[in-house]
């Protein structure tokens, strides 16, 4: 097997990784792929939380069989770099869920990369992912969509939306449709902006104090993220585990 040549930030889709992240990576990393086959009709959740440590490269390889659904929902909050890629390949009726976090400050850079191949008809994804950072942290979303020309009436949505919280923090995301058959419904957004201060000023006024008001703030906008989750003492635990980061904030 030959393997992988480390990547640079004028690959496409390490366009905006962390260079230093990237001279310390190492080609044995880049080949590391975890695989999972589903069997047709067969249903797979999975929560995944990459703290301090767990940082580095996290590759995922994900095959639906027909009818199949996996659902993966992840918090990145490492403090050097750190990276979930997923690659998905949809058989006819599957579906795949995500729901994502990268939530932290430093000089840190955290990014989900996704590649869904909807390769048959009648598939189904949805992808909503939460980005909060502050300091020089940096979050980052690159999400491909490829529908096959075969793939008719598949349904995939991506919603990506970052908050800043400081100045010098950055977010950055690049959605991407790629489709080639015409009995489709593809939609993706992407917004990134500050706390609500028309909020922040509506709990002052109610003796809210600031930080407390933050934190609720930034729970509701990262609760998007575990909507589809229909465990709800597994969705608080994901959202308590990206909170306690931003409670750890200097």
Same mark, same amino acid.
């Given at each position: 097997?030959?393997?992988?040549?480390?990547?640079?930030?004028?690959? &496409?889709?390490?366009?905006?990784?962390? *260079?230093?992240? @990237? $001279?310390?990576?190492?080609?044995?990393?880049?080949?590391?792929?975890?695989?999972? &086959?589903?069997?047709?009709?067969?249903?797979?959740?999975?929560?995944?939380? @990459?703290?301090?440590?767990?940082?580095?490269?996290?590759?995922?390889? =994900?095959?639906?069989?027909?009818?199949? #659904?996996?659902?993966?929902?992840?918090?990145?909050?490492?403090?050097?770099?750190?990276?979930?890629?997923?690659?998905?390949?949809? $058989? #006819?009726?599957?579906?795949?869920?995500? !729901?994502?976090?990268? =939530?932290?400050?430093?000089?840190?850079? +955290?990014?989900?990369?996704? +590649?869904?191949?909807?390769?048959?008809?009648? $598939?189904?994804?949805?992808?909503?992912?939460? *980005?909060?950072?502050?300091?020089?942290?940096?979050?980052?979303?690159?999400?491909?969509?490829?529908?096959?020309?075969? $793939?008719?009436?598949?349904?995939?949505?991506?919603?990506?939306?970052?908050?800043?919280?400081?100045?010098?923090?950055?977010?950055?995301? %690049?959605?991407? =449709?790629?489709?080639?058959?015409?009995?489709?419904?593809?939609?993706?957004?992407?917004?990134? !902006?500050?706390?609500?201060?028309?909020?922040?000023?509506?709990?002052?006024?109610?003796?809210?104090?600031?930080?407390? *008001?933050?934190?609720?703030? %930034?729970?509701?906008?990262? !609760?998007?993220?575990?909507?589809? =989750?229909?465990?709800?003492? &597994? *969705? &608080?635990?994901?959202?308590?585990?990206? @909170?306690?980061? @931003?409670?750890?904030?200097?």
């Amino acid at each position: 097997m030959t393997l992988a040549t480390l990547p640079t930030t004028r690959d &496409e889709a390490w366009r905006y990784a962390s *260079s230093k992240g @990237l $001279a310390a990576l190492t080609p044995e990393a880049l080949d590391n792929w975890k695989e999972i &086959e589903l069997a047709a009709g067969e249903t797979r959740r999975h929560a995944l939380v @990459l703290g301090d440590q767990h940082a580095g490269v996290h590759r995922v390889r =994900l095959t639906l069989g027909e009818g199949a #659904r996996a659902e993966l929902f992840a918090v990145l909050t490492g403090g050097e770099y750190t990276r979930l890629e997923v690659e998905v390949r949809l $058989a #006819r009726g599957a579906h795949f869920e995500l !729901g994502g976090v990268t =939530l932290g400050g430093s000089e840190s850079t +955290r990014e989900i990369v996704t +590649r869904l191949d909807h390769a048959e008809p009648e $598939a189904t994804s949805n992808q909503v992912v939460r *980005s909060v950072h502050w300091g020089k942290g940096t979050g980052n979303f690159l999400g491909t969509i490829e529908v096959a020309r075969d $793939a008719q009436k598949t349904d995939a949505a991506q919603s990506f939306k970052g908050l800043l919280l400081e100045k010098g923090a950055s977010v950055n995301a %690049v959605p991407q =449709l790629e489709i080639f058959a015409d009995d489709v419904k593809c939609a993706h957004g992407a917004t990134v !902006g500050q706390l609500d201060e028309t909020a922040r000023y509506y709990m002052a006024a109610r003796g809210i104090p600031p930080e407390l *008001s933050r934190r609720l703030l %930034v729970q509701a906008f990262l !609760g998007d993220a575990f909507v589809a =989750l229909d465990d709800e003492s &597994e *969705s &608080e635990r994901l959202l308590e585990l990206a @909170l306690a980061k @931003l409670d750890s904030r200097p």
